[in-house]
């Protein structure tokens, strides 16, 4: 069984995504609509452990969250447009932050934290674009290493950064108290 | 719907139903079924079980036996060890299938498992033999995982010229299916998926083709999202439907790519998703009300809800509207009501009336074609032949609103679909057999009328015993 993979294009050498995006930052404006976009993918992982259950108060928590980052110059908050019918209207977003590193070279670290694209905008290079656009953007901002997270259990994830040259360098591993 | 067996043993025929309220009626059919099923268990008590092995070979005495076995057995399976595709002329392999469940969702009984299982795969195996001639073995396994059961239906493919799959549960049906086909170099088939879906094709044919209206410019509504309608969606498209102008309806409402549970549909079924991602073109969302407005042709397959289709979404359908509804015992609106409410063309899964959608009408045949054929596979070419043959078979008995597909008392068309099989197989270059149609046609036509001949000559000889009189196994009963 082998689901299809929510972003990943097949070659790695996309010049430009295939299902042509466009890519902005996002504002203030646009929280109400990453919001449901940020809630459908902790839905998701949700059904990969039950200690990644959902809030709650995790939508007025998304909003909060997202003004703060999108004001915070250490996060990345991109927001996708699509196109044709669905243009001016989000169809995806990538929320990320610069870490510090005290122990570790390089001294900071860009942590994707969110990619998440509607279902018919996967399978044609946006994942792909998405991740080099956040990558390029952290690195802007000082980060010599990028890192994603997400549910140990989501194979899809898993294969679409491996296939990207990422590999798992700390396990999070976790109990309920 | 492998529920829907044979004509033989229906309720009384629609012509000859009484009058009388819904309610009325609802019990009749009720205590039918309760009197069928009391009557089936009795008979299966006094007859242990509904197959048994036979012999087909001569015994004249025990010294044949050093021919049937050892000592000269031993060269056949030298023979063999040479080349094991020889096992398809030498042994039984050729024409030997296993039915194959883990008993997870038998009927509309669920996950009962496979012992309670058995009786319906003894029966599946008794419908293999009589009408497609076909020696099917009854193997309901006890399997913790999909993977299990994979690997023990690969470990036990040598003894097998094909495979059925039955009553396994949605959506891991679908998996097991796509991998099984891959793995193995004989035939897999599941019934539930593919006999259902093939069956509501054809007679989805002739309805359009009663109508008017072709498979590229309909539009359809497909209601339940199971094994059954995500093969029928499949053949649909392949048939060249337009996916904008299909949608699907499941519990949660039309299946659309938006849909809050389409995540977790990439996950858990990712069949489900691809159509959710494929259909339903100009984003309708809603319930079926929102989904067959101005349908030309609505197909309920769904888990049974009596009630699931009312006649308002009859009436909110195009011209002509066509209703397929499925489900068994109880169909999701009952035919008068959907005529009623202006349903042109109503099909349902049951023998008791008219259109019966039976799978029974597909698979032995299908079995017939691609093993006569020797196919490697069963891809939904044949699936599609075996659809269209079937169309066609009801067409030479004339085409009507109340004749769409064969019924079981035409079984002259069941050859020709085994025909159309085998050639379909032979086109797709998946035969190891190739024979011409005219000698397809004859193997299954000489193949699936010896079972006939064989069961009437059993009974005929006293080697199976007379039906005891339903009255005198109810007495015992009592």
């Known amino acids: 069984m082998t689901p299809d993979e929510p972003a990943a294009g097949d070659g790695a050498a996309v010049p430009a995504?295939?299902?042509?995006?466009?890519?902005?930052?996002?504002?203030?404006?646009?929280?109400?609509?990453?919001?449901?976009?940020?809630?459908?993918?902790?839905?998701?992982?949700?059904?990969?452990?039950?200690?990644?259950?959902?809030?709650?108060?995790?939508?007025?928590?998304?909003?909060?969250?997202?003004?703060?980052?999108?004001?915070?110059?250490?996060a990345v908050v991109l927001a996708a447009e699509g196109i044709g019918p669905d243009i001016g209207k989000v169809v995806g977003f990538v929320r990320a932050v610069v870490r510090e590193r005290p122990f570790y070279a390089p001294e900071y670290e860009g942590v994707i934290l969110d990619i998440y694209l509607l279902p018919l905008y996967r399978r044609r290079g946006v994942g792909e674009f998405l991740l080099r656009e956040v990558s390029d953007a952290l690195k802007a901002k000082g980060a010599g290493i990028v890192t994603a997270e997400f549910p140990a259990q989501n194979e899809i994830a898993g294969r679409f950064y491996a296939k990207r040259g990422f590999r798992p360098i700390t396990e999070i591993h976790a109990r309920s108290l | 719907m492998s529920e829907s067996t044979a004509a033989p043993a229906a309720p009384p025929r629609a012509g000859r139903r009484k009058p009388g309220t819904p309610a009325a009626a609802a019990r009749r059919r009720e205590d039918a079924t309760d009197r069928l099923g009391r009557l089936a268990v009795e008979l299966s008590r006094f007859y242990g079980g509904k197959i048994e092995t036979v012999p087909k070979v001569p015994v004249r005495s025990l010294h044949d036996f050093s021919l049937w076995y050892s000592p000269g057995v031993a060269a056949v399976s030298r023979a063999l060890h040479q080349d094991p595709d020889l096992s398809f002329e030498l042994t039984g392999r050729w024409n030997t299938v296993a039915i194959v469940t883990d008993g997870s969702r038998v009927l509309g009984l669920g996950d009962i498992g496979p012992v309670a299982a058995l009786p319906v795969m003894e029966g599946k195996a008794l419908l293999f033999k009589f009408l497609g001639g076909v020696n099917a073995v009854p193997v309901p396994i006890r399997v913790a995982s999909p993977d299990q059961l994979m690997s023990t239906v690969e470990a036990m493919a040598p003894a097998f010229g094909g495979i059925n799959l039955e009553d396994i549960a949605s959506p891991k049906c679908f998996g097991i299916l796509e991998e099984l086909s891959k793995r193995l170099e004989i035939p897999v088939w599941h019934d539930d998926q593919l006999g259902t879906a093939a069956a509501t094709v054809a007679g989805l044919l002739n309805a359009l083709a009663l109508t008017h209206r072709t498979v590229r410019e309909c539009r359809t509504v497909l209601l339940g999202a199971g094994a059954a309608n995500l093969a029928t969606a499949r053949l649909l498209l392949a048939l060249g439907h337009d996916p904008h102008r299909l949608s699907l309806v499941d519990r949660e409402g039309i299946l659309h790519a938006e849909r809050d549970d389409v995540d977790e549909l990439m996950l858990r079924n990712p069949w489900k998703y691809r159509l959710a991602l494929k259909t339903n073109g100009g984003g309708r969302a809603g319930d079926l009300a929102a989904a067959v407005d101005g349908a030309d042709v609505l197909v309920a397959a769904s888990t049974p809800t009596p009630g699931a289709v009312r006649p308002e979404h009859?009436?909110?359908?195009?011209?002509?509207?066509?209703?397929?509804?499925?489900?068994?015992?109880?169909?999701?609106?009952?035919?008068?009501?959907?005529?009623?409410?202006?349903?042109?063309?109503?099909?349902?899964?049951?023998?008791?009336?008219?259109?019966?959608?039976?799978?029974?009408?597909?698979?032995?045949?299908?079995?017939?074609?691609?093993?006569?054929?020797?196919?490697?596979?069963?891809?939904?070419?044949?699936?599609?032949?075996?659809?269209?043959?079937?169309?066609?078979?009801?067409?030479?008995?004339?085409?009507?609103?109340?004749?769409?597909?064969?019924?079981?008392?035409?079984?002259?068309?069941?050859?020709e679909v085994a025909a159309a099989v085998g050639d379909a197989a032979v086109r797709l270059g998946i035969a190891r057999h190739r024979l011409s149609h005219d000698e397809f046609l004859e193997r299954a036509t000489t193949l699936m009328g010896r079972s006939a001949r064989l069961v009437r000559a059993l009974a005929r000889a006293g080697l199976t015993s007379p039906m005891p009189r339903a009255s005198a196994t109810r007495r015992r009963g009592a």
């Open chain 1, 17 to 74: 995504p295939a299902a042509p995006i466009h890519l902005r930052p996002a504002r203030v404006p646009d929280v109400p609509t990453i919001v449901p976009l940020l809630l459908r993918l902790k839905r998701l992982n949700e059904e990969f452990d039950p200690l990644l259950k959902v809030r709650d108060d995790a939508e007025a928590q998304a909003a909060q969250v997202l003004r703060q980052q999108i004001a915070d110059p250490k």
């Open chain 2, 314 to 415: 009859v009436r909110a359908m195009a011209r002509e509207p066509i209703v397929f509804a499925l489900a068994n015992p109880d169909p999701e609106i009952w035919p008068e009501a959907a005529r009623a409410a202006g349903a042109a063309i109503v099909a349902t899964g049951r023998s008791d009336f008219p259109n019966q959608v039976n799978n029974s009408l597909v698979f032995p045949a299908v079995f017939r074609g691609v093993l006569d054929a020797r196919a490697r596979s069963i891809p939904d070419e044949i699936v599609l032949a075996a659809a269209r043959e079937l169309a066609h078979g009801a067409e030479r008995r004339g085409l009507t609103a109340h004749h769409l597909l064969p019924t079981m008392e035409e079984p002259e068309v069941f050859p």
